[in-house]
């Protein structure tokens, strides 16, 4: 017979993963709690407008690639992805800017123009990161860190590499102009990751975006989405949508199935969960069934900062705005310590805006802006997050039309938001985190949530909280490790027909 698997989150990691064991010849549902698939990734329409909810770069379009491959398709077929230049544009606390992508020519000017001091470096810098990515990405980033063993088998090669260093430590090691170091040390803040205590093994996201570029799907990341679940339905995995799991089944040390929140049941051979694992660990398997993962040492983690999201769409467009656009407050490891520490939210902000309608106009009503804006902000850990909402909005808003979107307000035809709470409602993330736990050294690789449960050993997790780590190109490499896990517990199976 064959066996069944259930997928238990649609996010891309889920996905991926149901995708993946559907061509391995796996019976796959996936069960889905929101009225959409996507997880993270799903989309908000309003008045005309389209905002995507959550992930908005596209930095290793392979990896979609192959998954349309694997039932020799081509992703062109289902939808369009875009190249998308500048990749970003940082707009510093002293009126000047860098418009960071094309080539490494084209970066070169833009940081001789900010401080020809730093071209070297810069040069220096990338070479430094290529050698990690080949490493960390290229050869780690697909694997199981299931065994201790093979953890410590990498370690000389991180020493030599560097990585017991922070990603500041690396940046600084290279650039002397502090605009420049703020600019090329936040990228751990794409997965979760304070670049002063993240392990310089993430400055792989700078070659990364550098080998690959950086994307966009026609009709936002939803399209992609949704391009993902027409593949699913063609090749015959359930896609059941506003289910919730209330419980994941154990018997004898085995996920043997899950209990819905109607009280119906359904039954697998196997489980793989898209879900924050710290959630699922507390709230869906029974603190008797667990060894490993107690509630007194999930609760002992440290978490990735909370988000704050503005959603907006404008009666005009701001033609002068890049689609992907980093605004930096004044101050940059103060504010971190604040977000990652718990402390005040403050009114010194930084902020990622995201301008979609720079690439695809058809997401806004014609001539008009769709944008989302995020700050970084502390998660729910902090118990009176909700009594500076209010507080956090009207900054967001003040620094956007002084930085970059004159008049704002006078414009706004759509707004809305969402914050740690709504993480914590809509997600299930513990404590509302953006990115599960915090990438730091004693939470990677082996230290994170294994991707194969340890007490169960047919229970399998992908997505941010696992390894390889948050941010798109993370969750999709989970998603192969999730494969090769199945590979190894059922090397006979036969692969779907497609």
């Known amino acids: ?171 600084k090691h290279y650039l002397k102009d502090d605009r420049l170091r703020r600019a090329f040390s936040i990228q751990p803040l794409l997965v979760g990751g304070n670049p002063f205590s993240t392990t310089s093994i993430y400055s792989l996201i700078h070659y990364l975006e550098r080998r690959w570029g950086v994307h966009f799907p026609r009709g936002g990341t939803g399209a992609l989405v949704k391009a993902l679940g027409r593949l699913m339905v063609e090749q015959g995995i359930d896609i059941k949508l506003n289910q919730s799991v209330a419980q994941i089944q154990i018997e004898q040390g085995q996920a043997t199935g899950v209990v819905l929140a109607d009280g119906s049941t359904l039954k697998a051979d196997k489980i793989i969960c898209n879900g924050d694992p710290a959630y699922t660990y507390k709230n869906l398997i029974a603190p008797a069934e667990r060894k490993t993962w107690t509630d007194q040492r999930i609760d002992g983690l440290k978490y990735s900062m909370g988000l704050y999201v503005l959603y907006f769409g404008t009666d005009r467009k701001y033609d002068e705005v890049q689609h992907h656009t980093i605004i930096f407050g004044d101050t940059y490891q103060e504010l971190l310590q604040r977000i990652f520490d718990g402390g005040e939210v403050g009114d010194d902000l930084s902020l990622y805006l995201h301008r979609p309608t720079a690439t695809d106009p058809a997401l806004a009503p014609e001539g008009k802006d769709a944008f989302y804006v995020l700050a970084p902000v502390p998660n729910l850990q902090r118990d009176d997050w909700q009594t500076v ?32 709470t709504d993480f914590a409602q809509q997600y299930q993330s513990q404590w509302g985190a953006g990115f599960s736990i915090a990438p730091i050294f004693t939470q990677s690789a082996f230290f994170r949530f294994h991707n194969r449960a340890e007490d169960f050993d047919n229970l399998y997790f992908v997505g941010a909280g696992t390894h390889p780590g948050a941010g798109v190109p993370g969750v999709l490499s989970s998603a192969k490790v999730i494969e090769a896990l199945l590979h190894q517990d059922c090397p006979d199976l036969t692969p779907a027909l497609s």
């Open 389 to 420: 909402k209010a507080q956090v909005k009207e900054r967001v808003l003040d620094i956007l039309e002084e930085r970059v979107l004159p008049d704002l307000r006078d414009h706004l035809e759509v707004c809305f938001d969402f914050d740690p």
């Open 1 to 171: 017979m064959t066996e069944r698997v259930i997928v238990i989150g649609s996010g891309f990691g889920g996905l991926a993963s149901a995708l993946r064991a559907r061509n391995m010849g796996f019976d796959v549902t996936v069960i889905e709690r929101l009225d959409q698939l996507g997880g993270r990734a799903q989309t908000f329409e309003r008045d005309g407008f389209v905002f995507d909810a959550g992930p908005t770069v596209i930095t290793a379009p392979f990896l979609f690639d192959e998954l349309f491959e694997l039932f020799d398709r081509k992703i062109e077929d289902y939808v369009e992805i875009l190249p998308v230049t500048p990749w970003y544009r940082y707009e510093f606390n002293d009126g000047t800017h860098l418009n960071y992508g094309g080539s490494v020519d084209d970066t070169l000017r833009e940081i001789e123009r900010i401080n020809p001091a730093d071209v070297d470096g810069y040069k220096k810098l990338l070479a430094h990161s290529e050698k990690i990515f080949d490493v960390g990405f290229s050869q780690l980033a697909h694997v199981p860190f299931n065994k201790l063993w093979f953890m410590l088998k990498q370690v000389p090669d991180l020493i030599r590499l560097g990585c017991y260093r922070t990603v500041w430590q690396f940046t």
